[in-house]
């Protein structure tokens, strides 16, 4: 059966298909859709704007301060084990292998826990510095620490051997030549995905959720969640919800530029 | 042994192999002071290897290397000491990309050297004036052309004060209109006494500046002496075949169409 149809004919009637499925699609949600339910349940404008400016000054800020924390710890941490996972010395290389493998093989909310339990089990007395918010930062930082790893791993070994043998001849150490010159070199590489990792802590700290956490540690996802339950109405998850997307959006935005442009670079 | 007052580099018996792959087969070598080696020989044949071993970026499976009196081969040697002697540079320039012309001068200094930020400055900006870029002073590496990069690679090495400079095919990279201002700053370099050993395809360079010319095929020396006579009067048949080939590719006969790949392998 061979169609008469052009090639341009037979494009225009595939895309006015699709075209079609689509405004089929669109058109039976907002038919069937409870839509005064759904308003009445997720958008009460004046619940809504109860939540301010608590949701911002107290959720929004404690959500950014974890997730800052989280990566800075995570970010320091991967990057000793992306050394250890690259040194000539083989337990080092076996212990990095051992923990990338592990941490990103477990769930990030089994680690949460184990922080929140195990840790002062196994070590009386001792106190994770910074309270919750170290205890955010150790959790998040265990897990980002594995993707982080193998992230700047790669980031390192993307950068010319030639760089590290110009800088050996110069007479640096191996040790400098890493600092002073490849590790600079992988940081820009790998910024981009790096960014990425940053949204998806972002979002990773609303684990928190699971530690039991004062009314001032609470950051987005418990603040939505709490208020939701006091309210009996979801409008505090919509608007936390909200504020998620108001940060994860830009960034996901610049993770696409800053890639645009190491690619024209490379 | 005493290799101290003699020659400036002093190899002795050197074997590489890489696997079971042995690349240098036994190399004896002497470079005095102030004295200019250019070493040529066809696409494998060691040079390289051999450039890398004088300074230890490769380890020689057996054989010892001196640099000015010190064994470079001795395990218990500071090698980042020894290196700080000896300038060298690469085919790809190895420029750090990630900062200026003139932080690419000053970086190495004062990390290695220890100097002040003012004093690396000083002998930096000598140096780009010696190579006649100090006008790039604040341009990124990428800005600049091959031959100017290649260029700002030599004035880094000489900011360190190097006793001696190793040059592994220069200006096999550049675009041929771009060759000559290398080679300009190398004759410069040469003729201000600098010990220097050039690996290069640039038989009019090995001619004029060479104080002594050795050609290498298959990991041996096969021939060395001044330049007039193992470029100009080559005694064996295998210089002969080579630098027929070298000097004018077009009518070296066999094999055709294998060299001109070795060509386009070597091209960047
Ligand atoms: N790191 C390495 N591992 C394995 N083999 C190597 C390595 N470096 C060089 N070789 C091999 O050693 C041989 C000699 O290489 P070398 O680079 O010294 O030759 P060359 O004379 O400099 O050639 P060219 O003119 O192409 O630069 C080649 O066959 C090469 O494949
Ligand atoms: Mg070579």
């Known amino acids: 059966m061979t169609s008469r149809l052009t090639r341009r004919q037979r494009r225009r009637v595939s895309q006015g298909v699709q075209y079609a499925v689509f405004a089929a699609a669109v058109a039976a949600v907002a038919v069937l859709a409870d839509w005064e339910r759904l308003r009445n349940q997720f958008a009460q404008r004046d619940l809504a704007r109860e939540l301010f400016p608590e949701i911002i000054t107290t959720a929004l800020r404690n959500t950014v301060v974890y997730t800052v924390s989280g990566f800075a710890f995570g970010l320091a941490l991967g990057l000793v084990i992306a050394l250890m996972r690259l040194s000539s010395v083989a337990p080092y290389r076996w212990v ?44 998040l930082g265990l897990v980002a620490a594995a993707y982080m790893a193998e992230t700047i791993r790669a980031g390192i070994q993307a950068v010319p051997r030639g760089q590290m043998e110009a800088a050996r001849s110069l007479g640096f150490s191996h040790a400098r030549a890493m600092v002073s010159v490849v590790i600079p070199q992988a940081l820009r590489i790998v910024i981009p995905p790096l960014t990425n990792e940053l949204v998806l802590l972002f979002k990773d700290s609303s684990l928190v959720l699971f530690l039991g956490v004062t009314l001032e540690e609470r950051e987005l996802t418990k603040f939505g969640r709490d208020l939701a339950s006091q309210t009996a109405n979801s409008t505090p998850i919509l608007v936390a919800g909200l504020c998620y997307l108001l940060v994860t959006v830009p960034l996901g935005f610049l993770v696409r530029r800053l890639e645009a442009r190491t690619g024209r670079a490379g | 042994m005493d290799a101290g007052g003699r020659a400036e580099i002093e190899v002795r018996g050197l074997r590489k192999a890489f696997g079971d792959h042995e690349v240098l087969r036994g190399i004896d070598l002497e470079v005095a ?21 004088v300074n230890l970026l490769e380890e020689p499976t057996a054989g010892r290397v001196f640099v000015g009196g010190t064994e470079v081969t001795d395990p218990d040697v500071d090698i980042d000491a020894v290196r700080r002697r000896i300038g ?20 190495p200094q004062r990390r290695v050297l220890g100097r002040d930020g003012e004093a690396a400055a000083r002998v930096a900006r000598e140096n780009l004036e010696r190579v006649g870029l100090l006008e790039k002073a604040a341009a990124y590496p990428a800005k600049l052309s091959g031959g100017q990069q290649q260029r700002v690679a030599i004035a880094r090495a000489l900011a360190m004060d190097p006793e001696v400079m190793l040059f592994d095919e220069p200006t096999s990279a550049l675009d041929p209109e771009l060759v000559g201002d290398v080679l300009a ?3 410069g370099l040469a003729g201000d006494g600098m010990t220097m050993m050039v690996v290069t395809h640039e038989m009019s360079f090995a001619r004029e500046v060479a104080d002594r010319v050795v050609f290498m095929d298959g990991g041996r020396i096969v021939e060395e002496g001044p330049a007039e006579q193992v470029v100009g009067a080559p005694r064996q048949a295998r210089t002969r075949d080579f ?14 169409p294998e060299s001109a790949a070795d060509r386009a392998d070597r091209a960047p």
Do not use: W
Request: glycine letters at 12%.
């Open chain 1, 96 to 139: 990095a292998g051992v923990y990338i493998e592990f941490f990103r093989g477990l769930p990030a909310l089994l680690i949460f826990i184990f922080v929140g339990v195990a840790v002062p089990l196994a070590f009386p007395g001792t106190e994770i510095p910074g309270g919750t918010y170290g205890k955010v930062a150790l959790g």
């Open chain 2, 33 to 53: 002071r102030g004295e200019v080696v250019c070493v040529i020989g066809p696409s494998g044949s060691g040079k390289s290897t051999l450039l890398r071993c």
């Open chain 2, 88 to 107: 060298m540079v690469f085919q790809q320039f190895n420029l750090f990309p990630h900062v200026t012309v003139e932080e690419n001068l000053t970086l």
């Open chain 2, 185 to 187: 700053v190398m004759r």
């Open chain 2, 243 to 256: 630098l027929t080939r070298v000097l004018d590719p077009a009518a070296a006969a066999p094999p055709g």
